[in-house]
């Protein structure tokens, strides 16, 4: 059996999978609720002087029947009194000594940040997150992610907290930036232990058209507020990727951002997480998804003859390249199952208008000279098809299975992503020379960029 287990910066959790600091993770009954359902750790929801929240506070997008594809919140930090939040922290540790319990702060001068480091230390907690994310109300007030934008504040900052703690600190980063490494070297620079990364990115999540007012509504307005849940999962793997591969930049990451199963922790973590953190799929399906996460990475890390998280971590990182270092060779063509094809057509329509008109419907010509076979067959089954209906035979479809053109098809997975049925486009290997071939290898050599040469562009 793969062991679960990590040790993340010095902070030891018995699988991965954390809570990110959140509703989730608000108080004390909650977090042992979530113990008790099987999480490793969590991220308390961020500690900061008081303040007030707004109602309503929460805003989604939907795609045809699946709910919170996207979630967006004008929450603030905690507004539970500190004193409450620090002794739940302490009992939550206490009772959970092997669980990760990890404090989220967001405080402002240095005089406050060391004043609350003391007292998290003197609650047992096994680490801090810096809140440098947090995208609206608390940017602001020049906290969350105003620091977070800003290198040069986010290193000092992070010294004021290295000077006045020993617990491991991870420094929560804001994707609301242009380059992602430069507020990671400059936690860093700074001393941290490591970053999580992506907190919420900055979004208007839609409008109220009768009362023309954007969402969520606060009485007669509203502001932006912060996007997470599936919709952001890629632009946060990204990140992780990025980071992972920063020849400079070498501490370890927390994944967050849209993560709902064990395929995207694991995602994550193949890209480079040694942990990851979870909060919009737990808002929407309960602590008890973890159930699923821990089963489905056990049996991958079998499935994969991996004996710990530890072997997953950063493993597709060799298959993340630069658009420049892509084989140009390689080369892959639609081809439809006939067997499974239900004829609805949405594959010609994509390509035809999408794509590259190369799906063409039965009984339609070939393009002069190109695969003439293929088109003929096609139209031949139709009229056969035809023929056979009109005869009165009711046991007969009509032939409505679309034909690729494979000498114009580019293998660009438009007709295969839009197909309804699962396995019946397959995108087959074509190369295009057997030998590999890259944008980068043909700038080093001088040689034509694209075939045929320059001149025939
Ligand atoms: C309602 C709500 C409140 C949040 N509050 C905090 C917070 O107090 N501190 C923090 O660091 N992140 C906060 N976050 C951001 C999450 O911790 C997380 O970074 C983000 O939601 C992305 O993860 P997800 O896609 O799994 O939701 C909040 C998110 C939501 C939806
Ligand atoms: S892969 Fe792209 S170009 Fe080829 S048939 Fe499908 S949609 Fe057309
Ligand atoms: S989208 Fe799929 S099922 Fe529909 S016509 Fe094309 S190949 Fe057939």
């Not at 906290?143 to 991870?170: F, H, N």
Request: glycine fraction near 10%; charge should be negative; aromatic fraction near 6%.
């Amino acid at each position: 059996m793969p062991d679960l287990s990590i040790d993340f910066a010095g902070i030891r959790s018995p699988n991965p999978f954390w809570l990110a600091s959140a509703p989730p993770t608000n108080s004390g009954d909650q977090i042992m609720r979530a113990f008790d359902a099987g999480w490793g750790g969590a991220v308390w929801k961020t500690l900061g002087t008081p303040i007030i929240n707004v109602s309503s506070r929460l805003g989604s997008v939907d795609l045809g029947d699946r709910r919170m594809m996207g979630l967006n919140n004008i929450e603030l930090i905690t507004d539970r009194p500190l004193d409450v939040n620090l002794r739940e922290i302490a009992e939550v540790k206490k009772k959970y000594p092997h669980h990760a319990v990890i404090v989220s702060l967001m405080f402002d001068t240095p005089e406050e940040w060391a004043d609350i480091l003391k007292r998290c230390e003197d609650t047992g907690c096994d680490g801090v997150e810096l809140n440098f994310g947090c995208p609206h109300g608390m940017c602001e007030r020049g906290m969350g992610s105003a620091v977070g934008q800003e290198p040069k504040v986010l290193t000092e900052l992070v010294k004021w907290v290295m000077d006045s703690t020993t617990l491991p600190v991870i420094a929560k980063l804001t994707p609301n930036v242009s380059e992602i490494v430069d507020p990671a070297l400059a936690a860093q620079a700074g001393g941290a232990h490591a970053v999580s990364l992506i907190n919420t990115i900055k979004s208007v999540v839609g409008v109220d058209l009768d009362r023309l007012v954007p969402v969520p509504r606060v009485n007669d307005a509203s502001s932006h507020g912060g996007y997470c849940g599936p919709a952001v999962k890629p632009i946060a793997l990204r990140m992780v990727a990025e980071l992972f591969r920063q020849p400079d930049f070498s501490l370890p990451i927390s994944g967050i951002g849209g993560i709902s199963s064990w395929r995207d922790a694991a995602e994550f973590i193949a890209l480079g997480a040694g942990s990851v953190q979870v909060c919009t799929a737990v808002m929407h399906h309960g602590y008890r998804i973890v159930e699923d996460m821990i089963e489905g990475l056990d049996e991958y890390l079998v499935s994969k003859n991996m004996s710990s998280v530890q072997e997953l971590v950063g493993a597709a990182n060799a298959g993340f390249r630069e658009w420049g270092e892509l084989d140009l060779n390689y080369h892959v063509v639609a081809k439809i199952d006939e067997a499974k094809c239900i004829g609805c057509n949405l594959c010609h329509v994509a390509c035809w208008d999408g794509a590259h008109q190369c799906i063409h419907m039965p009984g339609t010509a070939a393009i002069e000279g190109h695969v003439a076979p293929m088109a003929a067959t096609a139209k031949k089954r139709a009229f056969e098809a035809a023929s056979l209906i009109a005869s009165g035979r009711t046991d007969v479809e009509p032939y409505r299975v679309p034909w690729v053109d494979e000498t114009e098809c580019v293998g660009c997975n438009l007709c295969w992503l839009v197909c309804p049925v699962s396995g019946c486009i397959e995108m087959v290997e074509q190369r295009r020379a057997p030998e590999t071939d890259t944008w980068n290898d043909r700038v080093r050599e001088g040689r034509d960029f694209v075939p045929g040469g320059l001149k025939d562009i």
